[in-house]
């Protein structure tokens, strides 16, 4: 599969930990380069040091907030996508963060699939060089831009929910995820729901994937899940 020669830079800016850190985690499962930081004077001397394709940025900081951040950006002439993090959702609230120079937002709690998909929108629209939109794995298939999957030549009928775990897989083969993690990547990473809802997914996947042909999805008992081929 084709991917870029250089990975686009993305700076992910949130004071609080857990989400930078998911946030960053999931950018970097989709092939990304991602730096983080927690303050936003720390945001724009990094933007100024080093340049980068994206920032990811929360509007509320403990020191600069996210909108002061980008004013000082655009002014010091830095033309990089900024995309927003933000617990406000009114209309004036949207409206006051695009004007500043912001590229879009999304409003918390958010899904991480949600994140992952503006990015590669944004990014995009900026016309940088992307990885091609279908993911391979022995004979599955996916193609992200018209939301397709297939196993050989069989279409396989997935919902969104699946669709997504499916990629997480065919972004990570060969790799256990434990159920935290296809949690944490396809549910909001603030759900606290019982984890037991991966599993009832994980079979509705694998009746629909394994049916087609040899089983790809396996389950490593007390660990989770791997895509891989039976040795």
């Not at 699946?162 to 944490?184: A, C, G, Y």
Request: glycine share 6%; hydrophobic share 45%; aromatic share 6%.
């Amino acid at each position: 599969m084709p991917t870029p020669a250089v990975p686009a830079k993305i700076l992910v800016v949130d004071d609080e930990p857990s989400i930078a850190d998911s946030v960053a985690t999931v950018l970097h499962y989709e092939g990304y380069e991602v730096a983080v930081t927690h303050l936003g004077q720390r945001a724009l001397e990094m933007a100024r040091e080093r340049s980068f394709d994206l920032i990811v940025l929360d509007v509320m900081l403990p020191d600069i907030d996210g909108m002061e951040v980008t004013r000082r950006i655009r002014l010091g002439g830095i033309d990089v996508p900024i995309l927003f993090l933000t617990a406000k959702s009114t209309v004036a609230d949207r409206v006051a963060g695009l004007s500043v120079g912001g590229d879009d937002y999304v409003s918390k709690p958010f899904s991480l699939v949600e994140i992952a998909a503006r990015v590669r929108a944004i990014l995009r629209r900026r016309q940088l060089p992307l990885e091609d939109s279908r993911l391979k794995f022995s004979d599955l298939v996916m193609d992200e831009e018209s939301h397709e999957v297939w196993r050989g030549d069989q279409a396989v009928r997935l919902t969104a929910t699946e669709f997504n775990i499916v990629r997480l897989f065919l972004l990570n083969p060969r790799r256990v995820l434990s159920k935290d993690q296809i949690m944490d990547h396809v549910w909001n990473y603030s759900f606290g729901g019982n984890p037991s809802i991966v599993e009832t997914y994980i079979g509705y996947v694998r009746k629909k994937i394994n049916a087609l042909g040899p089983p790809l999805i396996h389950t490593i008992r007390l660990v989770g899940y791997v895509l891989r081929e039976d040795s």
